[in-house]
């Protein structure tokens, strides 16, 4: 079994525990994960702090700089999206549909949607990317 520290688009947080890490993925691709304080369906991984037993054939965990340094750029990537994207919040599947097919302008944009919608999109051919949630470096 292997825990995961999950976080739903409203913000809140739990865990939830699973066979493998595939398993996590085919519930969470089959739409099947929802958080158990809101019902919100659009669940992801949250950063957590690995739990692996270390064995001899383990690899260690990343160092604390690589991890740092990872998590630097993540929160630069998420200020450039903020800083330079249209923000559409909930409108985001609709937007993402008009600016694909022609409807309206092109343009950057982000926003909320769920799972569902997240696949809907790319099988519409229409190219999208997680965003991924970081804690506030304040604390």
């Known amino acids: 079994m292997i825990r995961f520290a999950l976080r739903c688009g409203q ?30 369906r659009s669940v992801g991984k949250a950063i957590m702090a690995p739990a692996v037993a270390r064995t001899g054939s383990a690899e260690p965990s990343p160092p604390p700089e690589k991890m740092a340094k990872m998590l630097a750029f993540l929160r630069a990537l998420r200020a450039h999206v903020e800083a330079n994207f249209e ?37 519409e051919g229409i190219d999208v990317r997680p965003l991924p949630w970081l804690p506030k470096a304040d604390g």
């Open 87 to 123: 923000h559409v919040g909930e409108r985001f599947p609709e937007e993402a549909r008009k600016i694909h097919y022609g409807e309206a302008e092109a343009r950057d944009i982000y926003g909320e949607a769920t799972g569902e919608e997240v696949r809907s999109l790319l099988e």
């Open 11 to 40: 913000g809140h947080e739990f865990e939830g525990w699973f066979k493998s890490g595939a398993a996590f993925e085919e519930q969470h691709d089959a739409g099947r994960l929802e958080c158990p304080m809101c019902g919100d």
